[in-house]
């Protein structure tokens, strides 16, 4: 029988979750995935059609209505899923840098962060609980960046610090409702359209590469291929591992 595997944040070829689809659809997953809104649908489209992913769903995870009309629709389908990948961020505007600062972020700005890159996790799986299989896994992209100061990074490293916590918390009560796993993947620096709104990638990549012990900068693939050893992996959970060549371990 095959698996199923739901895919939340693919937006083009150059995503993460771009990369671990293939990776997933390699091995015999059946694909299903998530766009942002109707801007973003034929680029995802495009991907689908690529990678043979099986069925859209429209979800933007700062929307009630989205999350209402999309886990129901899921669950009219009656898939049942083997493993989940989150991997959204927030961002006011898509086209934008994320490099104000942290003091300039009011409320509504931190909660929307917050709920997009942290909390939908928790509002997706608790909408499709009864979807998931037994010893299904989850991962979700997390960040170094959620431990250390980083000038741009702001308010989505707080995001990424509720996100960690949110990592172990389901862990453990999902571990005890239906042995399904929960990790997270810390990717170092990448060449990604994401990091990009930071400002100053090529020098982020500089220094990352100058100052990681293996030399080198993060290839997507490499993200994708540890992605299913986790998911296939059934005694791993609670953990987050950093795919960065060796820089979480530099002073």
Do not use: W
């Not at 043979?52 to 669950?75: H, P, Q």
């Not at 990948?85 to 934008?96: E, F, K, L, R, T």
């Not at 005890?176 to 796993?181: G, S, V």
């Not at 992605?227 to 950093?242: C, K, P, Q």
Request: glycine share 8%.
């Amino acid at each position: 029988m095959k698996k199923n595997a739901l895919i939340i944040g693919i937006r083009n070829e150059d995503s993460l979750c771009y990369f671990i689809a293939k990776e997933l659809k390699k091995i015999g997953y059946e694909i299903y995935a998530t766009y942002l809104n109707e801007q973003a649908r034929a680029d995802v489209e495009r991907v689908a059609k690529e990678i043979g992913i099986v069925k859209l769903y429209r979800y933007d995870a700062s929307l009630d209505e989205d999350l209402e009309s999309f886990t129901e629709k899921f669950i009219e389908d009656g898939i049942k899923l083997d493993a989940l990948v989150h991997g959204i961020a927030y961002s006011s505007d898509p086209g934008a840098k994320l490099n104000h600062s942290l003091l300039e972020v009011c409320m509504e700005e931190f909660g929307e962060a917050i709920r997009v890159g942290a909390f939908s996790l928790v509002e997706v799986v608790g909408k499709l609980i009864h979807q998931f299989n037994e010893e299904a896994g989850i991962i979700t992209l997390t960040s170094r960046l959620s431990r250390v100061a980083v000038p741009g990074y702001n308010v989505v490293g707080a995001a990424k610090a509720a996100l960690d916590s949110i990592i172990r918390g389901l862990a453990q009560s999902l571990g005890d409702l239906k042995k399904i796993r929960v990790n997270g993947i810390a990717p170092g620096a990448v060449a990604t359209k994401s990091l990009a709104k930071i400002g100053n990638v090529l020098d982020i990549l500089a220094e990352a590469k100058r100052r990681s012990p293996l030399k080198r900068n993060v290839a997507k693939e490499d993200v994708g291929r540890f992605a299913v050893m986790i998911l296939e992996n059934t005694s791993l959970t609670g953990t987050i591992y950093s795919i960065d060549n060796g820089m979480d371990i530099m002073g």
